[in-house]
């Protein structure tokens, strides 16, 4: 279509007294939008290609540049929004399914706050997590039924055998982020940092790159749909195995990394080639029931000598706690959890605002249901999909998670500003992208700096949470939901997230 | 042993920010918008990106332990402070015959000709704690570090 | 330890920051013929010209031989020396003995033998005083003649100019700057020179001044029969070594003092560096001597080291210059014109509205020599690509272009020159 009728998202705008025409804008936009003319040494911005990935704004060394969301408007109309309606223009001109990056961005409840914390006041002291020892160290694994000890001369010996368990310094670990959708770069910058600071990290669908192997005790590698870069020492470079059945953001459909991405490198990690649009089937072929899945974790454990524990992940959907407590009794050692706040490289917008459950109705409803059945024990909860901060992490736990995945925290944590275009491979912020003019802009020892921060930052946090509490070790608050309280919620609500309104 | 400007080319995002700052720690004002709108003549970068497709990276002087600017300098315009140390120029001395320019391997030196011709080449921020360009560098593409040579 | 120095320009400096750099304490005593602190050749020009002021003639500062422990005896000629003995002897009769000697005496302009020269208002133009007197003569001329279109007679013409002389020059050559650029270069530059106004006679020189009253200059004759007006004539034709000194010695002598690697003379604890020396040349192999200031310089430190004890080796220098004539810069280097071109590639580019040439002479796949005009921008990194001798096929092709740099070196080559420190 030559003429178009959708109104630029965004306004760019210079403050001329101030712009240098030292030219960094219109170098370091990938998406051109702004040009120099000589003839009048002034700077030009076509702001229908503005993304809104603020590089410009940053990278302006007199703050000259202002982005904003285009004030144009249509007429008020609470039903057809613009959104809604520049949606319905953009499939009139090209036909297509409308794709975009990230998380889901409407506005569902965010259940996180609407829950709040509780504090210790006289009857039980808080604990001040700077003078005293604060246990945040977690375990994922199958745990034991029961432990077996023998005592002889007065010393305690453990003769239960313990599954193989991954041992976080936190409660908090990265999320999968497949090479090919984000970085060489970004995704060294995760392994090591989860390396250094004492968590692991999610391969994604991607496969490992040679060059991150040695980061292998602390890596997850993902067994997904497609099997991208799943071969023998791919499996033994990791420190567990992950089955990804579905992810959050687009739940029953497959991963989808666009042609443009497929550099070179990336072709070799995951084994195809070079440019072709790398499109998981939507289900694993050789898992059409739950049996099919337990033969896959066994052949997985078999393959690894059960040295590894082997992780099921899923979006989370309607029947997730059925759904969980047959991947426990299939063999998983861990359950992961991804809601519809969960992100992607690049999914349909349409799967991604409207499939799946939150997170946090996922986790409890898992949880309560692994303990009316008797088997919480036999599989560690991880929970993904939207979380933001240490308080997010700590309601999590409250409410029946063993640990929390993040990724969008993480990538934001590296630079993104959530602009959404993962999937054009045109990341400024050199994140999300092959392009190897702009991969390099991520520098992976500042990177790997910001997550460790991040990760420290967030640990201090849960320590003082804790502490407020009156409690010293996360254990305590696992899936303890008497710390929590709704703030303006239903009682449907209340009854499956299994709290008590603030009050009561 | 003296600490130096080295770049990694492969974090160096083509920015030229390094050159920008330069600009600013070399002029009257040291304010970044009257240095570039105000000031006539704008001082001149002494560090330049150089680019090729997805490469890039800024180079400046090196301030070599054994300069040839300063054995091919007919004034002793070029000079170093001390024994170690930055090599620095004197533009009062300097006639711009552009010896210097002619020796100099890694063409670290340039042509000033907005007032009168003189040879202009990095001086390390003389007197400041940390070179300019290291200083405003986003994504630490340029390090300032003794090498032990 | 006493270290004698003959000479005080930038050999002789060179020498003595040579030897402080591993001895601070031997004693240095440096002698020279002129009564001036040093002082910078080839500014001389430049002060013919009124473009530096005398302080700004200094090649160093005022406190120099103060600052590097260095008893200067100025104004005092040294007329021989005994290599036995271990003396040099002054014009005066004082013997100076030394330890180790460094002979850094430099050129004596050439001056054939034409017919009339004695005349008054001949000149040469190497020294200080040279343009000393041309500045002061100078309101008073009108025509000058130059003989000698070299880098010295350019020089002299661009120092007259601004003072509104009418100036000639005479080269023998087909073209000025003969010794450093070629026809095409040198073309573009002998353009520029027309238009500022100054003749240019080549292919002939000159059969005989003609003086008239008081003796003084009148006209010259050329052999081509052309006869020209003229109130001065200065006779630039080149330097030779001066090696009046050493006619007696041991020293043995080509064109200049022979030196090996270390600037060490044939004879035991005497050095010699310089426009006086003949020292390896690093292109053809084999010693030359090259009267250049980055080479002097360079050859006296070598030479200093290695009196103080510390041997290097000095690989060899290259023929070198800059220098603009009519405001377009030329900088050229090496063997940037070879007789024939068999066995060499040459590779030219030429703009002639914008005034740019550039021209790359390579060998083996080696860059042996280039010639810069206009565009002369990190010449430099050329010099470095003769001076190294490096492989550049790789980016051959890249050569002329204006944006030629580190960015066209393969990776591993540019990692290592720009992560280690030169030299």
Redesign the interface.
């Known amino acids: 279509m030559r003429f178009s009728y959708i109104e630029p998202e965004f306004l760019v705008e210079r403050r001329l ?2 712009c ?5 804008c219109v ?2 936009c990938a998406f051109e939008v702004h040009t120099y003319d000589e003839a009048s040494d002034t700077v030009f911005e076509d702001s229908s290609k503005c993304v809104g990935c603020l590089r410009c704004v940053t ?1 302006c ?2 703050d000259a540049l202002i982005v904003r969301q285009n004030p144009t408007t249509f007429k008020e109309n609470a039903n057809w929004t613009g959104r809604v309606i520049k949606n319905i223009y953009k499939q009139a001109e090209t036909g297509g399914v409308l794709l975009t990056g990230m998380g889901n961005d409407r506005p569902y409840p965010i259940y996180w706050d609407h829950m709040v914390l509780n504090a210790s006041q006289v009857t039980n002291p808080s604990i001040d997590p700077l003078r005293e020892p604060m246990e945040l160290k977690t375990y994922l694994g199958r745990k034991p039924d029961h432990l077996n000890v023998s005592v002889k001369e007065g010393k305690v010996k453990l003769e239960t055998k313990l599954a193989p368990q991954l041992e976080l310094r936190i409660p908090v670990l990265f999320s999968a982020l497949s090479y090919g959708a984000i970085s060489f770069n970004a995704s060294k910058a995760l392994a090591s940092a989860a390396y250094e600071f004492g968590t692991y990290y999610n391969t994604g669908e991607g496969g490992l790159h040679r060059d991150l192997y040695r980061y292998g005790e602390r890596t997850i590698v993902q067994c997904a749909s497609g099997r991208f870069g799943v071969h023998k020492d791919y499996l033994q470079a990791g420190a567990a195995i992950e089955i990804k059945i579905g992810q959050g953001a687009k739940p029953g459909i497959g991963g989808h990394l666009p042609g443009e991405k497929v550099s070179e490198e990336v072709s070799k990690t995951r084994m195809i080639p070079v440019g072709s649009d790398a499109l998981s089937p939507a289900p694993h072929h050789d898992i059409y029931s739950i049996e099919d899945l337990r033969q896959l974790i066994y052949a997985l454990k078999e393959a690894t000598r059960y040295e590894k524990p082997v992780s099921v992940k899923i979006a989370a959907v309607h029947n997730s706690a059925a759904i969980a407590s047959g991947m426990v009794r299939a063999g998983a050692d861990i359950i992961a959890l991804d809601g519809i706040r969960g992100g992607t490289g690049a999914a349909p917008t349409t799967i991604r605002d409207n499939v799946g459950i939150p997170i946090e109705l996922a986790i409890a409803s898992v949880d309560q249901r692994l303990r009316e059945e008797g088997i919480r024990q036999q599989a560690s909860i991880v929970a993904a999909g939207g979380f933001r901060s240490s308080a997010d992490v700590v309601k999590a736990i409250a409410l029946g998670a063993d640990a929390v995945y993040i990724g969008t925290s993480a990538l934001v944590a590296m630079g993104c500003h959530l602009c959404q275009i993962c999937y054009t491979g045109k990341c400024n912020w ?1 994140i999300a992208t092959q ?3 702009l991969e ?4 992976p ?2 990177a790997k700096e910001r997550l460790m921060n991040l990760l420290r930052a967030w640990e201090h946090e849960i320590k003082e949470m804790l502490g407020g509490m009156g409690i010293n070790a996360i254990e305590s608050l696992r899936g303890n939901r008497l710390h929590l309280r709704g703030v303006g919620l239903t009682d449907s609500e209340l009854d499956i997230l299994g709290i008590l309104p603030a009050g009561r | 042993m003296m600490k130096r400007v080295y770049a990694k080319e ?8 390094c050159e ?2 330069c600009v600013v720690a070399h002029s009257q004002s040291k304010n ?2 009257k ?3 105000e000031e006539f003549p704008r001082p001149l970068p002494r560090v330049k990106v150089e680019e090729f ?2 490469f890039s990276f800024a180079l400046q002087c090196r301030h070599c332990q054994d300069p040839p600017c300063i054995e091919a300098c007919m004034t002793g315009a070029m000079h170093r402070e001390g024994l170690e140390g930055p090599v620095l120029h004197d533009a009062d001395r300097c006639v711009g015959c552009w010896m210097c320019i002619m020796v100099c391997p890694y063409g670290a030196i340039a042509r000033d000709e907005t007032i009168k011709k003189i040879a202009s080449k990095c001086d390390l921020c003389y007197g400041e704690e940390e070179p300019a360009c290291v200083a ?1 560098c ?4 340029l390090v300032y570090e003794d090498r032990g040579e | 330890m006493r270290y004698v120095i003959i000479g005080n320009s930038a050999a002789a400096i060179g020498g003595v920051e040579g030897i402080r750099r591993h001895d601070r304490d031997g004693e240095i005593i440096l002698m020279a013929k002129e009564p001036y602190a040093t002082y910078s050749r080839p500014l001389i020009s430049y002060f013919l010209a009124g473009k530096v002021t005398t302080r700004q003639m200094a090649y160093r500062p005022s406190s120099f031989y103060k600052d590097w422990k260095v008893t200067p005896l100025l104004g005092k000629e040294v007329v021989t020396i005994d290599t036995e003995k271990k003396l040099a002897v002054l014009d005066d009769g004082e013997e100076v003995a030394y330890d180790r000697l460094l002979i850094a005496t430099g050129g004596v302009p050439f001056v054939p033998s034409i017919e009339g020269r004695e005349a008054k208002g001949v000149s040469t133009f190497t020294t200080w005083d040279d343009a000393k007197r041309l500045r002061r003569m100078a309101k008073g001329l009108k025509e000058v003649v130059i003989l000698g279109g070299g880098l010295i007679g350019v020089k002299a013409m661009e120092g007259l100019q601004s003072h509104g002389v009418k100036i000639t020059i005479v080269e023998l050559m087909d073209r000025i700057l003969g010794l450093v650029l070629d026809a095409t270069a040198a073309g573009i530059l002998e353009r520029k020179l027309k238009d500022g106004g100054v003749r240019l006679v080549k292919g002939t020189t000159i059969r005989k001044i003609v003086s008239g009253e008081g003796d003084k200059v009148t006209e010259v004759v050329l052999e081509n029969g052309e006869e020209l007006r003229a109130d001065h004539v200065i006779i630039a034709i080149g330097v030779r070594p001066n090696l009046s000194l050493v006619a007696d010695t041991p020293i043995k002598v080509n064109r200049g003092i022979l030196v090996d690697e270390t600037m060490r003379t044939s004879v035991a604890d005497v050095f010699a560096a310089g426009d006086v020396a003949e020292a390896m040349d690093l292109l053809s192999g084999e010693k030359r001597v090259i009267p250049i200031l980055p080479t002097a310089y360079r050859q006296g430190k070598t030479a200093g080291e290695a009196m103080a004890g510390r041997d290097t080796s000095y690989l060899g220098g290259i023929v070198m210059n800059s220098v603009e004539v009519g405001g377009i810069p030329a900088i050229s280097a090496g063997i940037m014109n070879p007789p024939s071109e068999e066995g060499f590639e040459v590779k030219r580019y030429l703009d002639r509205k914008k005034g740019i040439y550039r021209k790359m002479v390579i060998k083996d796949n080696r860059l042996v020599g280039f010639i810069l005009i206009g565009a002369i921008d990190r010449a430099g990194v050329y010099t470095g690509l003769i001076r190294e001798k490096i492989d550049v096929s790789p980016f051959k092709n890249r050569l002329l272009d204006l944006d030629f740099g580190y960015i066209d070196f393969p990776k591993d080559l540019r990692t290592y020159k720009l992560s280690t420190v030169y030299m």
């Open positions: 007294e101030r240098i025409r030292c030219q960094v170098r370091q990278y060394p007199t050199g392009d190897p003019y390099k802009r991520l520098n020892e500042i | 492969e974090v160096c995002a083509g920015c030229r920010l920008v700052w970044i918008i240095a570039f709108n497709g997805p405003h986003p994504n630490e593409a």
